[in-house]
């Protein structure tokens, strides 16, 4: 799995996220941490939400002074700490106006692999945690007069893949989910979009790949404009949605994959 080209664009102009409070879960590392460092550049306040702890990013935000940036310690499988969640960021912040729904697991095995238990967490991880921000978030955004959803999926949303039943099944259903919330919440002045990376250049994905080298060498076959992605080029592309320059698309579903997954490969 080749590394993001040097070269690779730095997006620049951000859309203006000022005074907007953005919710951003799985933050504390690659994607996540690059998405709230994208929204604070942005003008946003941040809040950063992890099962590990994210305040070394809430540090690197308030060091290069930035807007405010506040992390929590969340485990977006279990709904009670998630409503706590949005609970403690309108206290802290008063108000919430993006929820960011990145968090993710991914557990190696087919379907008589796979156990039990790690079935589940890619249920209440990947799938549940989306629908537990939505649930309890979607209320705080009624209260500003509406607001955005973004969510995570991937590329083994949209295809299958060896040995990734749990991920590829909870991914897709990220999709879908993401649409149903689209429909449901557009007369209340809420949009919500799905974002689809292909390879990422994050420590996570790299250390996958280099655990399966044979499916390092397809996916450099596959990736049309021949590297991997930058955390900061999916960062960018959430940064646009929660902004009011997407304000005419909700229910999108948005692949952001160097082209992976337009092709047959042959």
């Known amino acids: 799995m080749s590394n993001a080209s040097?070269?690779?664009?730095v997006a620049g102009n951000l859309p203006d996220l000022g005074g907007k409070v953005v919710i951003i879960t799985g933050g504390a590392t690659g994607i996540g941490r690059a998405g709230a460092l994208k929204f604070a550049a942005a003008g946003a306040h941040v809040a950063i939400a992890d099962l590990?702890?994210?305040?070394?990013v809430a540090q690197e935000i308030a060091a290069a002074a930035l807007p405010e940036a506040r992390a929590y310690t969340v485990d977006v499988g279990n709904p009670a700490q998630v409503e706590k969640l949005i609970a403690d960021v309108?206290?802290?912040?008063?108000?919430?106006?993006?929820?960011?729904?990145n968090?993710?697991?991914?557990?190696?095995?087919?379907?008589?692999?796979?156990?039990l238990d790690d079935w589940a967490a890619s249920l209440a991880v990947n799938l549940s945690g989306v629908f537990y921000l939505a649930k309890y978030g979607i209320p705080a955004l009624h209260r500003v007069g509406g607001g955005v959803i973004i969510t995570t999926a991937s590329e083994y949303g949209l295809l299958g893949?060896?040995?990734?039943?749990?991920?590829?099944?909870?991914?897709?259903?990220?999709?879908?989910?993401?649409?149903?919330?689209?429909?449901?919440?557009?007369g209340q002045n809420i949009r919500a979009n799905?974002?689809?990376?292909?390879?990422?250049?994050?420590?996570?994905?790299?250390?996958l790949f280099q655990e399966d080298p044979g499916l390092a060498e397809a996916q450099d076959r596959l990736i049309l404009l021949g590297r991997n992605g930058d955390p900061s080029e999916i960062a960018a592309v959430a940064a646009f949605l929660a902004s009011d320059?997407?304000?005419?698309?909700?229910?999108?579903?948005?692949?952001?994959?160097?082209?992976?997954?337009?092709?047959?490969?042959?």
């Open 90 to 101: 309108e206290s802290d912040f008063g108000r919430i106006d993006v929820l960011y729904a």
């Open 52 to 56: 590990t702890d994210a305040t070394p």
């Open 161 to 186: 893949a060896r040995r990734s039943v749990g991920y590829c099944a909870t991914k897709a259903g990220i999709i879908n989910l993401t649409r149903a919330l689209a429909v449901d919440h557009a």
């Open 6 to 9: 040097p070269t690779a664009p």
């Open 194 to 207: 799905c974002i689809v990376p292909g390879p990422i250049a994050t420590e996570r994905g790299l250390a």
């Open 245 to 266: 320059q997407s304000s005419f698309m909700t229910g999108s579903v948005l692949r952001v994959d160097g082209g992976a997954t337009s092709w047959y490969s042959v």
């Open 103 to 115: 968090a993710g697991v991914h557990h190696w095995g087919d379907a008589t692999e796979t156990g």
